[in-house]
């Protein structure tokens, strides 16, 4: 009877502090490894301009694409900010993370592909959530990142 | 024209907050508490305020129709009335304040609902030992319209049902199907018993029956094996041995003698 009770208010609390913790782990690993790519690929330069004025060699399109979903925690966090509106913080770096993946997901395309440079950069982010369902929405969304990879002479 | 990319301190990420969530969760759920705090405030200082601005009269005539499906299955009794009347007099209230019903249930219940009607249900009635014990029912329920309980527990639920409802949607009004079984605090039940105690010491010169109707009651709720673990403070209803130690202290304090009832009682139904 009371331990039913307890079962009732201990597990969604055990849950989101299941969640936090495991969101906060994973989100840092996944943090340590982008900065450690991001690192590495910083060879491959990376411009939102459509007009590269070297000669700019061999163009092919480059694809980054990544989905990413927020964990329970965070995800009640938002549902939270709902009532009371405002900037949606628990979203915020896992938005950051969706697209800077994504953008490191284009560039060692273009490493592998021989490319030095990328232009004309597009940034496109999409809710896969089932919105409407009465629980609000899911937090997942895709980033994609595109672009045009080249070879870009150096210049003198 | 040169092109590179610059690294820039991740520590000065302007794209993320840089503040732990749990500091978030825990600054709003703060305000909701004190949100929700300040409906509860709210709604209670209606419910212990505007029911006493309305008349019993005007009670009656306004809240009947809701009490509707509470009065479906019933039949009225000029004795059981009779005794109403008594009691609704020695309490000082209005004429005709009072309407008491007999439900056709098994159920060993009686309630008060809003507009000042009393439903007796026959299972009790076919419990009760003596004339004396029906009374103290009787004078325990005709108490809580007395101090208005009904009126103020049905706005009370009514009100908060339809705020839970404007927020977590669903229809406002589920709760009306429950109202008989209205609960009241400890502190209300306690004052109608109170009343009870002196009704029967003045009508039949002893607390007798109000004694006889608490035993009953504890000897039912042992039968029906209630979690007898539960600690008076978290019940709102009192248990009946706390509920008959309150009314012996109440009689004792008062000097009121406690005689074995000896009226028969005239709505029990022959036991096969």
């Known amino acids: 009877m009371d331990w039913m009770m307890m079962a009732k208010v201990a597990w969604p609390l055990l849950l989101l502090l299941g969640a936090l913790i495991v969101g906060s782990l994973l989100e840092k690993r996944h943090y340590a490894s982008i900065l450690k790519r991001e690192a590495q690929l910083h060879h491959i330069v990376v411009v939102v301009s459509r007009f590269p004025s070297e000669q700019f060699g061999s163009q092919f399109l480059v694809t980054g694409s990544v989905v990413v979903s927020s964990d329970y925690f965070r995800r009640t966090l938002a549902m939270f900010r709902q009532i009371f509106g405002g900037n949606v913080k628990s979203y915020e770096s896992m938005l950051d993370r969706g697209r800077r993946e994504a953008l490191l997901r284009m560039k060692a395309q273009a490493a592998g592909q021989g490319a030095n440079a990328v232009f004309n950069i597009k940034l496109e982010t999409s809710s896969l959530s089932q919105t409407d369902n009465g629980k609000g929405a899911l937090g997942t969304v895709e980033v994609l990142a595109y672009g045009t990879a080249g070879t870009l002479a150096d210049e003198v | ?272």
């Not at chain 2, 978030?24 to 759920?29: A, I, K, S």
């Not at chain 2, 609704?88 to 219940?109: K, L, R």
């Not at chain 2, 329920?141 to 009126?151: K, N, Q, S, Y």
């Not at chain 2, 000897?219 to 007898?228: D, I, T, V």
């Open chain 2, 1 to 272: 024209m040169k092109f590179e990319n610059h690294r820039f301190d991740e520590r000065l990420n302007p794209n993320i907050a840089h503040e732990h969530p749990l500091k978030e969760l825990g600054r709003m759920v703060m305000w909701l508490a004190a949100a929700g705090l300040a409906i509860l405030l709210a709604v209670e200082l209606l419910v212990r305020t505007l029911p006493y601005t309305v008349s019993l009269q005007n009670e009656s005539r306004w809240f009947s129709p809701l009490a509707a499906p509470l009065l479906a299955d019933i039949r009225e009794d000029a004795g059981m009335q009779a005794l109403a009347d008594k009691i609704a007099a020695s309490m000082q209230m209005p004429q005709g304040s009072v309407t008491v019903h007999i439900g056709n249930d098994e159920m060993v219940n009686a309630f008060a609902t809003f507009g000042g009607h009393v439903v007796m249900m026959q299972g009790l009635l076919d419990v009760l030992p003596s004339e004396e014990a029906v009374a103290a029912v009787l004078a325990h329920e005709i108490g809580h319209i007395r101090a208005r309980d009904p009126l103020r527990g049905v706005s009370r639920s009514l009100l908060l049902d339809i705020i839970g409802s404007a927020v977590l949607g669903g229809d406002g009004f589920s709760s009306l199907g429950y109202l008989e079984n209205l609960r009241y605090s400890r502190d209300l039940e306690e004052a109608a018993d109170a009343g009870a105690v002196r009704f029967s010491a003045a009508e039949y010169g002893h607390t007798g029956g109000v004694v006889e109707m608490l035993e009953v009651l504890a000897e039912l709720s042992a039968q029906q094996q209630m979690p007898a673990h539960t600690p008076d403070w978290l019940s709102t209803h009192p248990r009946p041995q706390a509920r008959l130690a309150a009314v012996r202290k109440l009689a004792r304090q008062a000097a009121y003698a406690e005689h074995k009832p000896a009226r028969p009682n005239r709505w029990q139904r022959p036991s096969e």
